[in-house]
């Protein structure tokens, strides 16, 4: 799976979790990170260029976009040109947020790139045409995370500036619609009231993955196998495991460099 830093590391964690016999293989794009403000056209270059890396030198299975503003630009022009089944984040999150909402009345908040691109509002009114759908883009978020700075007066300010709108559209479900967010719920959560259900992109994603693997029977048949996971950065390798480890667990102990061709 790949993210443009460590936003994805929260669709990795699930995924340890739910499926402890698989290998995986983690690519974050740290150096050309953030991908939510740039022009899809470049993320869209950036995700076909790191997806065929994965595919061609790891030999792997299933390839998960653990980054939405990557699966907004690219999943179909993955889809088509892999070898391989590909997963973005978008629709696991939409039906996990549709079978949650009581009112109708739901939010997803996303980079620039994700929410500009209307990948959600199509998804959403794919399943339900009549959903009253709030669409929120949250500059500046990605960059605390990026920083460790999760929790901290700053990105709680900034929280409730970008927020007040969703807030003010009185929604009792908001899709966390970027893979970093999740480890921004707490603040965000404060911020929306603790009566507003958080869908995480990332633990959907995960489950959708494992009925994937199911259905394609491509699940490691080994029950005995501890999954191993390899961990790799297109940045600084040393800064990457450091905060790393940090954000999702001690799986992660160390990190390789990979020189992406496009930087
Ligand atoms: N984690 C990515 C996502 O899910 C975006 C982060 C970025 O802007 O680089 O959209």
Redesign the pocket.
């Known amino acids: 799976m790949f993210?443009?830093?460590f936003?994805?590391l929260t669709v990795a964690r699930a995924t340890i979790d739910l499926l402890p016999n698989e290998d995986l293989v983690y690519l974050g794009d740290t150096a050309r990170?953030?991908?939510?403000a740039k022009p899809l056209e470049e993320v869209r270059a950036y995700a076909i260029e790191i997806a065929r890396y994965l595919v061609e030198t790891f030999d792997v299975k299933y390839l998960v976009v653990a980054?939405?503003?990557a699966a907004a630009a690219a999943l179909g022009e993955l889809q088509d040109l892999l070898p391989v089944p590909v997963m973005g984040v978008i629709e696991p999150g939409v039906r996990a947020t549709m079978a949650a909402t009581r009112s109708g009345r739901v939010a997803v908040i996303?980079?620039v790139g994700?929410i500009g691109s209307g990948a959600y509002d199509d998804a959403f009114g794919k399943i339900d045409p009549l959903v009253g759908l709030t669409a929120c883009a949250c500059p500046g978020f990605?960059e605390f995370v990026e920083k460790g700075d999760t929790e901290g007066p700053q990105v709680r300010i900034l929280a409730e500036r970008l927020l007040a709108p969703v807030v003010a559209a009185d929604v009792d479900t908001l899709l966390l619609g970027?893979?970093?967010y999740p480890y921004l719920a707490r603040t965000i959560s404060q911020v929306m009231g603790h009566e507003v259900v958080l869908v995480s992109s990332a633990d959907e994603t995960a489950f959708a993955l494992a009925a994937e693997l199911d259905r394609l029977e491509l699940k490691n048949p080994d029950r005995q196998h501890v999954g191993w996971q390899r961990f790799i950065s297109s940045g600084d390798e040393r800064a990457f495991a450091q905060l790393g480890s940090r954000l999702l667990g001690p799986e992660l102990v160390d990190a390789q460099r990979w020189e992406p061709h496009g930087s």
Not at 33 to 36: A, L, Q
């Open positions: 993210d443009s830093g936003g994805g990170y953030p991908y939510g980054c939405n503003t996303g980079t994700t990605v970027c893979t970093h």
